[in-house]
């Protein structure tokens, strides 16, 4: 068996010395989840900005204005 393998579940083998690999300190990842958070911000603002929009054209569409860009001469909403 490999030194590599041996160790407290093979039967007694004396465990290899296998040097520790010193890991850097975790750093933290604040700019991540900063990152991610004003994302999220933004795809809201976005949304809130679009369903906003539509309404208003939703709005206007139904209610025009005499001089609105949706009379025509013709048109049996808009009052001469």
Do not use: I
């Not at 093979?10 to 300190?25: D, L, M, T």
């Not at 976005?46 to 208003?56: A, E, K, P, Q």
């Amino acid at each position: 068996m490999s030194p590599r393998y041996a160790g407290r579940h093979s039967a007694g083998a004396e465990p290899a010395e296998v040097p520790q690999a010193q890991a850097p300190p975790a750093r933290p990842r604040v700019w991540r989840k900063v990152a991610v958070w004003v994302g999220l911000a933004v795809c809201v603002a976005f949304t809130v900005v679009v369903v906003v929009s539509l309404v208003g054209l939703l709005h206007d569409v139904d209610h025009p204005d005499n001089d609105g860009w949706l009379c025509s001469a013709d048109s049996s909403t808009c009052r001469p």
